[in-house]
């Protein structure tokens, strides 16, 4: 099973109330993040005519999209969620603040903004 969708199996999630605005880039703009079409969606505003897609999503009034302020935090897998096995990043750091969703008292997530992309990370909560 792919991240996006075991994330899509825990979150069950849609729409949002109002975007979540933050500088997820780094480019000191404010950049966006929505609920479209079953998606999170991520817009930049160097380029707002081009969505980014950071996981699939289905209805579900417990979805949370927020900040989660730059920081050290421990993965899910490091806690013991998931194949543990296979876990080997059990620390991230973000150096500004990510992208955090999930839903409440299930799940957390982070999506980091590197290289051009989002990249997930199930954290522990």
């Not at 991520?42 to 900040?67: C, H, M, S």
Request: hydrophobic share 45%; proline share 6%; with cysteine.
């Amino acid at each position: 099973m792919t991240l996006s969708l075991l994330v899509a199996a825990l979150l069950g999630a849609a729409d949002l109330p109002a975007p979540l605005t933050i500088d997820f880039d780094g480019d000191r703009r404010p950049d966006r993040v929505v609920a479209e079409n079953g998606w999170l969606v991520g817009y930049r505003a160097k380029a707002p005519a081009k969505p980014i897609r950071i996981t699939q999503i289905a209805p579900d009034e417990d979805l949370f999209v927020e900040p989660i302020a730059a920081g050290e935090y421990t993965t899910a897998c490091a806690r013991g969620a998931g194949d543990v096995k296979d876990c080997t990043v059990k620390r991230v750091r973000f150096a500004r603040p990510v992208v955090g969703f999930g839903t409440r008292e299930a799940s957390l997530f982070a999506a980091q903004w590197k290289r051009g992309r989002f990249e997930v990370v199930a954290l522990s909560d």
